[in-house]
């Protein structure tokens, strides 16, 4: 009778049970054992030409978060449809949106899927219909399976239900994870084993104590260790990829030389709009623009005083920095108003302002801020901008594109830049940059520019400033290959864990 360890005989005598052949998955359900342990066994007897392992690759499909919204509440083309229907076929496109409750960021998407599937049109603001679809679209009935099911082996799909799980992929609706399936298959020499009996053999895998002691450590057989054995997959604890893509930015700029700012999330108006020559009653202003306190709902700017009597001239009528201004009563309750910061360059006018400033000196900072954007995959209500101001007597319009270059090539991974003119209030000429990747494609990560007289004089400072404001969460996305900004902060384990250093 030959001896097995108990590992093995118990996996050869299950492997019989379920006919001579089954999966890993089957046999650790079985055997009630982790897989590691079966996989151990397995590459045991099969060193034996006891067991064959045969391995191939398995694509499992499963539904993203949209995904899942969609197989529950209706694909935005088909939730758009049957308000139409529900207002006799035809209808402006408003009052259809409305009647099927769709977000904003959806009207495009349900739009442009109508017109694809072939369900209705839209001429001068009405949306008709083109006929009746069917009750489920074949994209609808694989949804619905995924939801119910959790998952499904695309290649057990046929051909046409293959060829939409890649369309829904497309879509972010479902991901593919592709993983490898081992099937184990009892051998002839193996079958015969069986027949003539296996008797389990003891082993230990570790001296105790009190096996030391009894002397029973002679007597017992001591498991040989199998260094080709597949061991458990361990996660140790680390960053996010995405903090770590921070400090390596945090990291390049100090070692070029810059100093980190710092400042508040709960900003004065005066701060994030007024010293930055924003008149009052500019759009950015609005509630639609950007996040007000509740309460309270003014802060106290008289430290600030002297310098707020300059920067209330500067919009009023000008004052010494040869511009007519806005020409407007300058509310100093407006600009004590509270909010959330908007953006980092807030961070560059306390600074500008700080006994501690340096000139020449180079600045910058991550900063978080915040706006009330309507959520897709480039816009987020809370997002973080790394902002930079250089301050020195000999700059040029020309130091500013170098610095700008420097980062989306060394730091976004860009294989190319383009730069185009803008507009800001405070900077002038204003700037924006944007980057190719190849395989990615084109993205715009933010304005940069020379900040203006009105912007630089009021707070005392008479060389100039360059500053850029860019989008850190967008650099990361083209370091990282990763077409939704949603992404950035997602707190899917799977994606973390496999994710690498960018």
Not at 44 to 61: C, D, G, N, P
Not at 99 to 120: F, H, M, P, T, Y
Not at 211 to 232: D, M
Not at 406 to 423: H, L, Q, T
Request: glycine share 8%.
């Amino acid at each position: 009778m030959t001896e097995l360890r108990p590992h093995e005989r118990k996996t050869l005598l299950i492997l019989e049970k379920l006919g001579g052949k089954a999966s890993l998955s089957q046999l650790t359900a079985e055997a009630g054992l982790p897989e590691t342990a079966i996989m151990r066994a397995a590459l045991a007897l099969q060193s034996q030409k006891l067991v064959e392992i045969e391995e191939r690759k398995e694509k499992t499909l499963i539904l993203t978060q949209e995904g899942k919204t969609y197989a529950r509440k209706g694909l935005p083309e088909r939730r758009l449809m049957k308000a139409l229907l529900k207002l006799n076929g035809e209808a402006p496109l408003h009052k259809a949106i409305k009647e099927a409750k769709l977000r904003d960021n959806l009207v495009s998407i349900a739009l442009g899927w109508l017109r694809q599937k072939g369900w209705a049109k839209l001429e001068k603001g009405k949306l008709k219909t083109l006929g009746t679809p069917e009750k489920e679209g074949i994209d609808e009935r694989l949804l619905r399976l995924l939801d119910k099911n959790r998952s499904a082996i695309l290649e057990k799909l046929d051909p046409e239900m293959r060829k939409t799980a890649e369309l829904l992929k497309k879509r972010k609706l479902v991901e593919i994870e592709e993983k490898t399936v081992r099937i184990l298959k009892i051998t002839k020499e193996g079958q015969n084993l069986i027949k003539r009996g296996i008797q389990a053999m003891e082993e230990v895998s570790q001296l105790t104590p009190k096996l030391i002691a009894t002397g029973k450590w002679r007597k017992v057989k001591l498991r040989k260790y199998n260094i080709r054995a597949p061991v458990a997959k361990t996660w140790p604890g680390k960053k996010h990829p995405y903090l770590r893509f921070i400090d390596e930015v945090k990291s390049k700029l100090v070692q070029l030389g810059f100093k980190e700012m710092s400042g508040p999330l709960v900003e004065l108006s005066f701060f994030n709009f007024d010293a930055l020559f924003m008149p009052q009653d500019h759009p950015a202003r609005e509630i639609f623009g950007i996040y007000f306190v509740k309460s309270p709902k003014h802060g106290n700017l008289s430290r600030y005083r002297h310098v707020m009597a300059k920067v209330k001239k500067t919009h009023e009528n000008g004052w010494k920095t040869g511009s007519r201004g806005w020409r407007y009563k300058y509310s100093v309750r407006e600009a004590s108003r509270l909010i959330l910061r908007g953006h980092g360059t807030a961070l560059s006018i306390r600074t500008l302002l700080s006994k501690d400033l340096e000139i020449p000196g180079k600045y910058f900072s991550i900063a978080r801020c915040y706006r009330p954007e309507v959520v897709d995959k480039t816009h987020l209500t809370e997002f973080n901008q790394v902002e930079g101001i250089v301050v020195d007597e000999n700059l040029t319009l020309r130091d500013l594109l170098g610095v700008l270059e420097k980062f989306a090539i060394e730091i976004a991974g860009a294989d190319e830049v383009k730069f185009r003119p803008d507009y800001f209030p405070f900077t002038e000429p204003s700037v924006e940059l944007s980057a190719y990747k190849k395989g990615y494609g084109w993205i715009e990560f933010g304005g940069s520019g020379i900040f203006r007289p009105e912007v630089t004089l009021p707070l005392g400072i008479k060389v100039p400033v360059i500053a850029w404001g860019l989008g850190i969460d967008r650099l990361f996305m083209m370091r990282a290959g990763i077409d939704d900004i949603r992404y950035v902060f997602t707190q899917d384990l799977d994606w973390i864990r496999r994710k690498g250093m960018v």
